[in-house]
């Protein structure tokens, strides 16, 4: 029996244009996902937990500008590296957050995605939520998500990115650099380039290049506005012992800016290859093909990726007609 191969196309004068909605203008939109990406201990999570304050009070956001609606709105918040009760209210109360609109998963709950995308909708809709922050994004990727694989990581974000499409929410993904420093910033995310694909806002914090103590958010790119003016900001502790974020206004240091590094800091190419290899295959191993084709579309020519290699300690082993790669520890 022929299969019926009828399809529903649709003219584009049937589409009425809408404009592009933000919960933060330029930085943040609404009914997409945006990631936050930055080395560990530049103050990623509180710059998270100060934009759900401002949320939930329906305040300004750090650069003056105003947030949708007239009126304080819902944030939804997955963290699996700071403690509720002792790090994430304290952080809230210093910021001023309404935290009766701020929700999560109780600790019977442990969200899984794509698994329970699901309950993430049912979530957003109980609570009428604006935001939703994910801190970290890789601490509630389903153990099959394999982060450096492209197919596998839009399966994942696909279901996010409908939620947030279908309740007009926006999704804030909180994510780690990769240690393989000296490349372009939107390459620099810890894992797949696929994630970075599937945010429409790209942001970066990261060290203040000439000021001690102080950082920068800065866009990384996105396709939904131009890049948006960098904001420096500094930690302090606020009455009790919480930290906070005080924003100290425009800087003109870019991702670019954040992500160089003087000549006598940066690694070797090798060491680079080599730091990244350790990255990519302490999860699982892969096929030698796959891993040579990633690492030549990062930069890595095949001479650097031979010497990585031998530096990183990686071993090569035949399976049926293929070639697999692992760490050698993990053959002891």
Same mark, same amino acid.
């Given at each position: ?6 399809? *529903?196309?649709?003219? =584009? $004068? ?12 330029? /930085?943040?939109?609404?009914? @997409? ?5 930055? $080395?560990?201990?530049?103050? @990623?999570?509180?710059?998270?937990? $100060? ?39 304290? /952080?809230?109360?210093?910021?001023? &957050?309404?935290?009766? #609109? ?16 699901? @309950?993430?909708? +049912? ?26 694989? !492209?197919?596998?990581? /839009?399966?994942?974000? %696909? ?10 929410? &926006? ?12 490349? %372009? ?9 696929? =994630?970075?694909?599937? %945010? ?22 996105? !396709?939904? &506005?131009?890049?948006?003016?960098? #904001?420096?900001? *500094? ?12 924003? #100290?206004?425009?800087? $003109? ?9 003087? *000549? ?7 060491? *680079?290859?080599?730091?990244?290899? @350790? ?15 990633? +690492?030549?579309?990062?930069? =890595?020519?095949?001479?650097? =990726? ?21 760490? %050698?520890? &993990?053959?002891?």
């Amino acid at each position: 029996m022929a299969r019926d191969s009828r399809v *529903q196309l649709i003219s =584009f $004068d049937q589409i009425q244009p809408e404009s592009v909605k933000w919960l933060w203008p330029g /930085r943040i939109p609404l009914g @997409k996902i945006t990631i936050l990406q930055g $080395d560990p201990k530049v103050g @990623k999570s509180t710059v998270a937990l $100060d934009l759900a304050a401002r949320v939930t009070r329906c305040g300004v956001m750090p650069d003056g500008r105003s947030s949708p609606g007239d009126a304080p709105a819902g944030v939804v918040v997955l963290t699996a590296e700071d403690g509720l009760a002792d790090t994430v209210r304290p /952080r809230l109360d210093a910021t001023g &957050a309404n935290v009766s #609109l701020v929700m999560t998963f109780g600790p019977d709950e442990h969200i899984l995605i794509p698994r329970d995308a699901g @309950k993430i909708l +049912a979530a957003i809709k109980e609570t009428a939520a604006k935001l939703v922050v994910i801190d970290p994004m890789a601490a509630f990727l389903e153990a099959g998500i394999n982060s450096w694989q !492209n197919t596998s990581v /839009r399966a994942a974000l %696909a279901p996010v990115a409908k939620i947030a499409d279908e309740t007009g929410a &926006a999704v804030l993904a909180v994510d780690h650099l990769s240690k393989a420093s000296g490349r %372009a910033a939107i390459y620099r995310g810890n894992g797949s380039i696929a =994630f970075a694909a599937a %945010a429409r806002s790209l942001l970066m914090a990261g060290k203040h290049p000439e000021q001690e103590d102080t950082f920068v958010l800065a866009a990384v790119g996105g !396709n939904l &506005a131009r890049p948006a003016k960098s #904001l420096a900001y *500094q930690m302090e502790e606020a009455p009790g012992g919480a930290i906070c974020v005080k924003w #100290l206004g425009d800087c $003109d240091y870019t991702a670019e800016d954040l992500n160089w590094q003087p *000549q006598q800091e940066r690694e070797t190419k090798v060491q *680079q290859c080599a730091a990244w290899l @350790k990255e990519r295959l302490a999860p699982a191993n892969a096929l030698e093909s796959v891993i040579q084709a990633e +690492a030549l579309g990062m930069g =890595f020519p095949e001479r650097t =990726f031979r010497r990585a290699r031998r530096a990183a300690g990686v071993v090569s082993t035949r399976s049926g007609n293929f070639w697999v790669l692992s760490l %050698a520890a &993990a053959t002891n």
